[in-house]
């Protein structure tokens, strides 16, 4: 089969995984434009690079599902609402849905980030620093450790093996093992939380979880682990990626400047332009055609977020950054249907604070020229770092 597939999907059979980790959009328009479910042997499954089509994956969670002992995050950090569909599923997300919708985000966390934004900004060093490591990950890192009860810890303890389960994460959609360091990370975790939980007196969303939730302690520890996992990959890109995209589109950074109400929709813009997880997966639970490609059960079914948000049929010019680009909101960098990620709402909530405290604050604000800025990642895609000047 595999080499009648080859024959079916010659651009598919040409991708690599160092090209779709250094710059996959050239070869995602290709894909997308001659064969938008195409069968790549660089990830032994096939990659969906449409629009609509990538919805119909994420959506029917029947057809195709994260549940699968194969799924790249669930062997890392163990079996959660990441990892489970139907009434499971609900079973590990339901306690967790509550503190994590929009209105509840904004009460509770909206102080905090602020403190910690403006915190991290009076910390860099005066007129030069490195954004990624100075200041996304410790503001994501520390946000998501005060949600989670794990304040006590330093952040970058918590950067140390957020970075160790994306290595793992990594390795593992590139074919690879898993690494040693990413387990070791996992577990030091899961201890942690423990320790955390036999001390909370209440005051944490995993102990109001335990508490009235229905979940095991070990449920509510492997899900800690995703919402840590996730809180910082989502955040930490999310803000990279748009002052990345900001900084190099002096036009758009303008309009924004002059209209803090456009900020929001360039935080959009800048998700769908470079998603902070480039690719996310799913298993075929039964055999099923998707445009014109006929997917085997048990296939992997990667969707390609970074080229559905690049498809022309729904954005005009999708190489274009564009502020005021009216259907920005239709990107699927949080996915859709019953996974799309929990934690969005406090994704967008930091990513704006930062952005326009950053703006506010260090006034002349750019990309340092000595130091090309470009994202990378074959999962998670952001610059390894993010060098500004201002003043």
């Not at 489970?84 to 079973?91: K, T």
Request: hydrophobic share 45%; aromatic share 4%.
């Amino acid at each position: 089969m595999a080499p009648i597939r080859m024959e079916r999907y010659p651009i598919g059979a040409a991708v690599t995984v160092d090209e779709l980790t250094a710059d996959p959009h050239p070869r995602l328009a290709q894909l997308r434009a001659r064969e938008p479910v195409s069968w790549l042997p660089a990830l032994d499954g096939w990659l969906v690079t449409r629009h609509d089509l990538a919805l119909r994956v994420l959506r029917d969670a029947g057809t195709f599902t994260v549940d699968d002992p194969r799924f790249s995050t669930g062997r890392v950090v163990g079996r959660s609402m990441l990892t489970s569909e139907g009434r499971e599923h609900a079973r590990h997300r339901d306690p967790f849905a509550p503190p994590f919708r929009r209105d509840a985000i904004h009460d509770r966390f909206t102080t905090l980030v602020a403190t910690e934004v403006d915190r991290l900004i009076d910390a860099l060093a005066d007129g030069r620093a490195e954004l990624r490591r100075s200041f996304a990950g410790p503001l994501a890192a520390a946000v998501v450790a005060s949600a989670l009860g794990l304040g006590h810890l330093g952040t970058g303890t918590i950067l140390r093996w957020y970075d160790a389960i994306v290595g793992s994460v990594s390795a593992i959609s590139a074919g690879e093992p898993a690494t040693p360091a990413g387990a070791v990370a996992a577990a030091r975790l899961r201890e942690s939380v423990a320790e955390a939980l036999d001390r909370d007196t209440g005051g944490s969303l995993l102990a109001a979880c335990e508490a009235g939730g229905g979940l095991t302690r070990p449920e509510v520890i492997s899900n800690a682990a995703v919402l840590l996992f996730g809180g910082i990959e989502t955040t930490e890109g999310m803000i990279v990626n748009a002052v990345t995209h900001l900084l190099a589109h002096p036009d758009q950074r303008a309009v924004v400047e002059a209209d803090r109400g456009v900020l929001p929709s360039a935080i959009e813009e800048s998700l769908r332009l470079e998603p902070a997880a480039a690719v996310v997966d799913r298993y075929a639970t039964r055999d099923a055609r998707i445009g014109e490609a006929e997917i085997r059960r048990g296939d992997l079914v990667s969707v390609s977020v970074a080229g559905a948000n690049r498809d022309p049929a729904v954005f005009v010019e999708p190489a274009r950054f564009d502020v005021r680009r009216r259907n920005a909101g239709r990107q699927i960098a949080f996915a859709r249907g019953p996974h799309v990620c929990i934690g969005m709402h406090l994704a967008r909530l930091e990513a704006h604070i930062a952005l326009a405290r950053l703006l506010v604050r260090l006034p002349g604000l750019g990309l340092d020229p000595t130091e090309p800025v470009a994202a990378r990642g074959l999962v998670f895609r952001k610059p390894p770092a993010l060098l500004v000047r201002w003043g």
